[in-house]
């Protein structure tokens, strides 16, 4: 069982800038492929970004592409998102995901991930 914590959201101008983070504990992150979803108010779940077991491959939505990137630590056990010029359309809870290693990646549906993290919000505004 791997237990993930999402932090670092929080109210932003338009163009302005967010980190959150990803703590896992219970169970290192080294066996887990990570992503990051958002689910804005009234819409479906959606992928944001991945990453490999290794961080050695990421891989982004159309629409985050250029502005939001993904890193980890493994030996912190954390996993970031780095959000720059953020657009009033990037508001929306923001969470954060595993899957084990074996499974080929980007998976970007939610329904492939084992485990998820509670959800921060991030709201940009105008």
């Known amino acids: 069982q791997v237990q993930l914590v999402e932090s670092g959201g929080g109210l932003v101008q338009a163009g302005g800038s967010l980190r959150l983070s990803c703590a896992a504990s219970r169970r290192t992150l080294n066996n887990y492929h990570m992503a990051w979803f958002r689910q804005a108010p009234g819409k479906e779940r959606e992928f944001v970004a991945a990453?490999?077991?290794?961080?050695?491959?990421?891989y982004y939505a159309d629409s985050v592409k250029g502005r939001f990137t993904t890193s980890r630590d493994n030996a912190k056990n954390t996993v970031y998102l780095q959000m720059s010029s953020l657009k009033p359309e990037d508001t929306a809870v923001y969470y954060c995901?595993?899957?084990?290693?074996?499974?080929?990646?980007?998976?970007?549906?939610?329904?492939?991930?084992?485990?998820w993290g509670q959800g921060t919000q991030v709201t940009v505004s105008s």
């Open positions: 995901a595993a899957v084990p290693m074996v499974h080929t990646i980007p998976v970007l549906t939610p329904t492939g991930y084992d485990y």
């Open positions: 990453i490999s077991w290794s961080g050695g491959s990421t």
